[in-house]
């Protein structure tokens, strides 16, 4: 069966929120038409984070692992998951829910509309400073990459 979409999520010390991630996943693309997988791919956790995935993978077969040597950085995190996803379409997502599940289905739709890139902005922002700067820095970098004006 062809897989529609692939989460790639990146772990490292996350075994308090994994399976609470994966219980959200679950129910929002339960009985749903899309057919997907979850890639997990755990970059040198110490702690339970890789023996719990093991643990929800026996019980769901469309949740994958893959277990890097040691820790090499969100990058090379991100490009295995790449290189072990099966899906059309794939979504980079962190495990601890500040990329909330619910809206998989909402990236989805715009993926099939014909988008090449979507990703989410959020209306609501707490952040200091430091963090602002970073991201206004982020998103002109990536303006002067995409080109095109993008949609909000």
């Known amino acids: 069966m062809k897989t529609d979409l692939s989460l790639i999520v990146c772990l490292y010390f996350e075994e308090d929120c994994v399976t609470e991630f994966v219980r959200q996943v679950q129910s929002v693309l ?13 970059d040198g956790s110490q702690d339970g984070t890789v023996r719990i995935v093991k643990e929800l993978a026996a019980e ?4 994958r692992l893959v277990v890097l040597s040691r820790n090499y ?28 599940p619910h809206r998989i289905v909402d990236f989805y739709n715009k993926a099939n509309e014909g988008y090449d890139l979507v990703w989410g902005i959020r209306k609501q922002q707490s ?26």
Do not use: C, Y
């Open 60 to 63: 769901d077969s469309r949740i």
């Open 127 to 152: 952040r200091g400073i430091g963090e602002r700067i970073f991201s206004s820095i982020f998103w002109k970098v990536l303006r002067s990459f995409t080109g095109p004006p993008t949609e909000k």
């Open 30 to 42: 339960a009985g749903g038409t899309i057919h997907w997988e979850l890639v997990f791919v755990d």
């Open 73 to 100: 950085g969100k990058e090379a995190a991100i490009t295995a998951g790449v290189a072990h996803a099966n899906g059309e379409f794939m979504i980079l997502m962190d495990p601890d829910l500040q990329d909330p």
